[in-house]
C-alpha cells in the first residue's frame, strides 16, 4: 500500500471513531444529574430563606422526577458591600463553576439577578437563569436577555396593603413608613411611598428611615394609636448596624402604638397585623415549577414568560383584639391565623361525643322507665285480677252465708215460735190467776199483772223481730205504715233501760216535737235503734261517765236519727268496713249487726253514715224521707239514768 492510500485509511478510521463516539457522548450527557445553582443577595440561613429553598429544592425533584444536584452561593451584599461588580468574586465563580456543567441559575433577590447577569455571563455562558423574589421597577424584564425569566413582584406592591389598612382604620390620621438606611431598605420604603401617593389619601405621611434601632424604637412610641404604620424594609439601620429584618420586627410592632403592615409573610406573628404578604414558601413552588419548565424545554425553544408574584391578604387575630379593629371589615378571602378557637370548637368534639354518650343514656334509661311501667301495669294488672278473683270468691262465700243464714232464720223462727207461744199463753194464764185471786192486795195484783203483761209484751216483740229478721232474709215485702220516730226511740230506750242500769251508762233522747212521721215498718226501724243504741252502750263503757245520746231532727225533706256515743270513737281501717256482712271487732260477735241496720235503712230508701265527733266518739247518721204532714206535741227531753225515769218539760 502506497503512502497517500494509508494516509487516507488512517484518515477514514478517524473519522468512523468520531462518528461512532459521539451517540455514546450526547446519551451520557442526557442521563447525567441536573445542576441547580442557587445565589442569594443575602444570608442563606434565615427562616424566610429556609422556608423558600426547602420548597424549591421538593418541587424540582418531585416534578423533574430525576435526582437533581443543588449548589447554593450567599454573596450577602449588605454585610460585604462593594462586591457586586468584584472581579476576584467573578474570577471565584470562574474557578468553580466553568466546566462544571451548570444546568441552570436561580438568582434570589434583584442584586444577585444583576450579578448574574452581569458577572457570570462570560463564566457560564447562556445557562438559563431564572430569578425569584424580584421587585419592579428594580427589575425590568424587557432589558434582561433572552435566556433570562423568572417571578417578579409589581412595582405597586404595597397599594393592597395600604387598601387593606384603610379598610380596618377608617378613622386613621397618618401614615407612617419605616425603613432602614441600606439599599435594599431605601428600595422598599420608596415603594411603599409610591403606594401612598398613587392611593391619592388625604392622610398626613410620616417617612422614619435612617434611624438607629435605639433611636427608632423612642419615636415610634410616640405615634398616635389611629395611625397606619407599615413596616417596609430594615437590614441597616443609621448606625451601620446590619440585621435580619425577621428579628427585629417583633421589637418594633411592639414600639408601635398602632396597628402595624408588612408586605412578607414572614413577619405576621410577631406583633405585625398583616397585609397583601408574599409567602416565602409558595414563591419556593412557583419558582421550582418554572425552573422545571425550563429544564424540560426543547432544544432551542425560548424561555417561559416572567411569572407575577402570587400575593394574599392575611391578617393576626390577635392583633385585631389588640386594637379593637372588626374582624369584618378586613378583605374578602382573607386567611385569618392565630384565631383562637370558640369554647363550642375548641370542645367540640368531647360535648358531640358527651352529648351522644348522655343521649344514649337517656334512651336506655327511658327504655328502661318504660319496661318498668309496662312491668308496674302488668303487676297492677295482675293484682286486679287477683283481687277481682279474690271479691269473687268473697261474694260467692257471703252469698253461701247469706244463704245459709236465710235457712238458719227459717230453722230459729220456725223453733222459736212454739216456746214463745207457750211463754205467752203462760204469762196470760198466770196475770188470769192473779186477778182471780183474793188473797192478794189490790197493790200487788197490779203489780203481778203489769209483769205478766210486759212478759207478754216482750214476748210479741220477739216474736215480730223474728218475722221481720226472717222476711228481711228472703226479701219478702211487708206492709207499710206511718211510723212516729219518737215512739220508737222511747220504745227502744225502754228496752235497754236495765242494760243501761247494769252498764251504769246514761241514755239522753232528744226528740224534736214537729217530727213527722216515716213510712215503714215500725218493728225494723226499731230494730235499727236498738242496733245502734247496744253499739253505743259497749262502746262506751270503759268510760268514767259513759253515755250515749239519741236525737230526732226535722230537715226539709227527709228525718235524721242521730246515735252519738263517748267512746274511743272508730279507726279509719274499722269504719270502711262497718256495714259489710260478717265483719266483727268483737271477740264474740257475728258481723251481722250493722249489715241488717244498712239493709233495712236502704229497705226504707235512706241512708247510714257512721263518722267520729270532734270531741270524741262515734256518730251513727240514719236518714229517711219523711211524709208530707208533721205530727204535733209538745217537746219534750226523755233522760233515763240508771232505771230511773224522769221527764223535763219545756
Known amino acids: 500500500m502506497g503512502q497517500p492510500a494509508a494516509r487516507t485509511f488512517v484518515l477514514a478510521l478517524i473519522a468512523l471513531s468520531l462518528s461512532a463516539s ?12 441536573k445542576r441547580v445553582l442557587v445565589i442569594y443577595q443575602q444570608q442563606a440561613e434565615t427562616l424566610p430563606m429556609l422556608e423558600f429553598t426547602r420548597q424549591l429544592r421538593l418541587t424540582i425533584s418531585k416534578e423533574l422526577g430525576a435526582p437533581v444536584d443543588f449548589y447554593q452561593e450567599a454573596l450577602d451584599f449588605d454585610r460585604f458591600t462593594g462586591r457586586e461588580s468584584s472581579s476576584p468574586l467573578a474570577s471565584y465563580f470562574d474557578e468553580k463553576y466553568r466546566r462544571f456543567g451548570i444546568d441552570v441559575v436561580v438568582p434570589v433577590g434583584g442584586r ?11 463564566v457560564l455562558p447562556k445557562v438559563p437563569i431564572v430569578f425569584a423574589l424580584c421587585a419592579a421597577p428594580q427589575t425590568d424584564p424587557a432589558s434582561l436577555p433572552v435566556h433570562v425569566t423568572g417571578r417578579l413582584a409589581s412595582a405597586s406592591r404595597f397599594e393592597p396593603t395600604l387598601w387593606m389598612a384603610r379598610r380596618l ?31 391619592g389619601d388625604s392622610l398626613r405621611l410620616t417617612v422614619l428611615q435612617g434611624f438607629s434601632l435605639d433611636a427608632l424604637l423612642p419615636r415610634l412610641r410616640l405615634l398616635s394609636p389611629r395611625s397606619i404604620a407599615i413596616f417596609a424594609n430594615y437590614r441597616l439601620d443609621g448606625a451601620g448596624q446590619i440585621f435580619e429584618p425577621a428579628d427585629i420586627v ?4 411592639r414600639a408601635t402604638p398602632a396597628p402595624m403592615y408588612t408586605q412578607l409573610m414572614s413577619y405576621v406573628g ?15 413552588i412557583g419558582t421550582g415549577r418554572l425552573v ?9 425553544a425560548g424561555m417561559p414568560a416572567v411569572e407575577p408574584v402570587t400575593k394574599s391578604f392575611v391578617a393576626d387575630w390577635r392583633q385585631l383584639r389588640r386594637f379593637g379593629l372588626s374582624e369584618t371589615r378586613l378583605p374578602p378571602g382573607t386567611h385569618l391565623l392565630y384565631r383562637e378557637p370558640t369554647t363550642w370548637e375548641r370542645y367540640r368534639t368531647v360535648v358531640l361525643l358527651t352529648s351522644a354518650v348522655l343521649v344514649a343514656e337517656l334512651a336506655l334509661i327511658g327504655a328502661l322507665l318504660v319496661e318498668r311501667r309496662r312491668r308496674k301495669r302488668a303487676q297492677k294488672a295482675s293484682e286486679e285480677q287477683q283481687l277481682r278473683l279474690d271479691e269473687s270468691r268473697r261474694v260467692v262465700a257471703h252469698m253461701g252465708r247469706v244463704a245459709l243464714l236465710g235457712e238458719l232464720a227459717t230453722t230459729i223462727s220456725h223453733e222459736l215460735r212454739q216456746p214463745l207461744a207457750a211463754i205467752r199463753m203462760n204469762a196470760q194464764a198466770g196475770a188470769r190467776a192473779v186477778r182471780s185471786r183474793n188473797a192478794l192486795g ?7 199483772d203489769e209483769i205478766f203483761r210486759a212478759i207478754a209484751d216482750d214476748n210479741a216483740l220477739a216474736s215480730d223481730i223474728i218475722t221481720r229478721v226472717r222476711a228481711l232474709v228472703r226479701s219478702e215485702a211487708l206492709p207499710d205504715q206511718p211510723v212516729d220516730l219518737n215512739e220508737v226511740c222511747r220504745a227502744s230506750a225502754r228496752l235497754l233501760q236495765y242494760d243501761a242500769l ?15 212521721a216515716v213510712v215503714g215498718d215500725p218493728i225494723q226501724l226499731q230494730q235499727i235503734v236498738l242496733n245502734l243504741l247496744l253499739n253505743g252502750l259497749e262502746a262506751c263503757a270503759a268510760r268514767t261517765t259513759p253515755r250515749v245520746e239519741v236525737f230526732t231532727i226535722n230537715h226539709d225533706s227527709e228525718i235524721e236519727v242521730l246515735v252519738r256515743d263517748n267512746g274511743p270513737g272508730l279507726p279509719e281501717g274499722v269504719r270502711i268496713h262497718l256495714f259489710e256482712s260478717f265483719f266483727t271487732t268483737k271477740p264474740q260477735g257475728l258481723g251481722l249487726g250493722l249489715a241488717i241496720v244498712h239493709s233495712i235503712v236502704e229497705r226504707h230508701h235512706g241512708r247510714i253514715l257512721a263518722e267520729n265527733n270532734e270531741e270524741g266518739g262515734a256518730v251513727f247518721r240514719v236518714v229517711l224521707p219523711r211524709t208530707r204532714a208533721p205530727r204535733s206535741g209538745a217537746g219534750e227531753v226523755q233522760r233515763l239514768q240508771l232505771g230511773t225515769e224522769s221527764t223535763v218539760f219545756h
Open 270 to 284: 410577631e406583633g405585625v397585623l398583616g397585609g397583601s404578604v408574599v409567602r416565602f414558601d409558595n414563591e419556593g
Open 442 to 448: 189490790a197493790e200487788d195484783r197490779a203489780l203481778f
Open 502 to 516: 247494769t252498764r251504769r251508762t246514761d241514755i239522753i233522747l232528744s226528740l224534736d216535737p214537729q217530727l213527722a
Open 112 to 122: 444577585a439577578l444583576r450579578f448574574a447577569v452581569d458577572q457570570l455571563g462570560d
Open 22 to 33: 459521539a451517540p455514546v457522548a450526547s446519551a451520557q450527557q442526557s442521563q447525567r444529574r
Open 250 to 253: 417583633g421589637s418594633i410592632a
Open 292 to 300: 422545571v419548565r425550563v429544564l424540560r424545554r426543547r432544544p432551542g
Open 169 to 199: 382604620q377608617p378613622d386613621a390620621n397618618e401614615i407612617v413608613v419605616i425603613g432602614g438606611a441600606g439599599t435594599s431598605d431605601s428600595v422598599a420604603v420608596a415603594a411603599a411611598v409610591r403606594a401612598v401617593t398613587a392611593s
